[in-house]
T-cell receptor, first 112, second 111 residues
Framework: NAGVTQTPKFRILKIGQSMTLQCAQD?????MYWYRQDPGMGLKLIYY???????DKGEVPNGYNVSRSTTEDFPLRLELAAPSQTSVYFC???????????FGPGTRLTVT | AQSVTQPDIHITVSEGASLELRCNYS??????LFWYVQSPGQGLQLLLK??????LVQGIKGFEAEFKRSQSSFNLRKPSVHWSDAAEYFC?????????FGKGTRLHILP
């Protein structure tokens, strides 16, 4: 099992550009999550999904969009990148509730 | 609302010394509690979890944590730290469909 994979590992965007962060898991988990991590702030939940076709907002959804067309994939879309979106982004998955989350290695995004 | 507080942003201990990282939570129902560790440049890895039963739980890498309902605490302990334990540690509480994370405690190890 590869677990949770994320691509790319690093990316630099110019203000106003768009991009999609990819996340995939091969553990057949129903639940998937996107977090951003800023220094000293812990992890903030952006969006999550409890199954294919179902998504919901987390604590900081503004400026992001998600879709969940398959159980395996949960891409995160940034439409108009802003410097405030410079962060490290983590994708995670879990079997359900309660259950621990399994994390990907992260994507470091810089917007300049 | 659910919340997790880790009162110590940084902790420094000497190699071989004992360690206790504090965690307090706020949650109305029976909590599901977790400790995760993050090494530099890596994702988070689960150390241990508490769902029910024995309030002292054992985890990986020699860590343990004790759930104390009366104090709303779930402190992480290790009797003797190793240089490889230097990392950031996150306490978390399971709430509905989500997990709420604390802001983390960065552990530094003195040789």
């Amino acid at each position: 099992n590869a677990g949770v994979t994320q691509t790319p590992k690093f990316r630099i965007l110019k203000i106003g550009q768009s991009m999609t962060l990819q996340c995939a898991q091969d553990m057949n988990h129903n639940y998937m999550y996107w977090y951003r991590q800023d220094p000293g702030m812990g992890l903030k939940l952006i969006y999550y999904s409890v199954g294919a076709g179902i998504t919901d907002k987390g604590e900081v959804p503004n400026g992001y969009n998600v879709s969940r067309s398959t159980t395996e994939d949960f891409p995160l879309r940034l439409e108009l990148a802003a410097p405030s979106q410079t962060s490290v982004y983590f994708c995670a998955s879990s079997l359900g509730v309660p259950s621990e989350q399994y994390f990907g290695p992260g994507t470091r995004l810089t917007v300049t | 609302a659910q919340s997790v507080t880790q009162p110590d942003i940084h902790i420094t201990v000497s190699e071989g010394a004992s360690l206790e990282l504090r965690c307090n939570y706020s949650y109305g129902a029976t909590p599901y509690l977790f400790w995760y560790v993050q090494s530099p440049g890596q994702g988070l890895q689960l150390l241990l979890k508490y769902f029910s039963g024995d309030t002292l739980v054992q985890g990986i890498k020699g860590f343990e944590a004790e759930f104390k309902r009366s104090q709303s605490s779930f402190n992480l302990r290790k009797p003797s730290v190793h240089w490889s334990d230097a990392a950031e540690y996150f306490c978390a509480v399971g709430a509905d469909d989500k997990i709420i994370f604390g802001k983390g405690t960065r552990l530094h190890i003195l040789p």
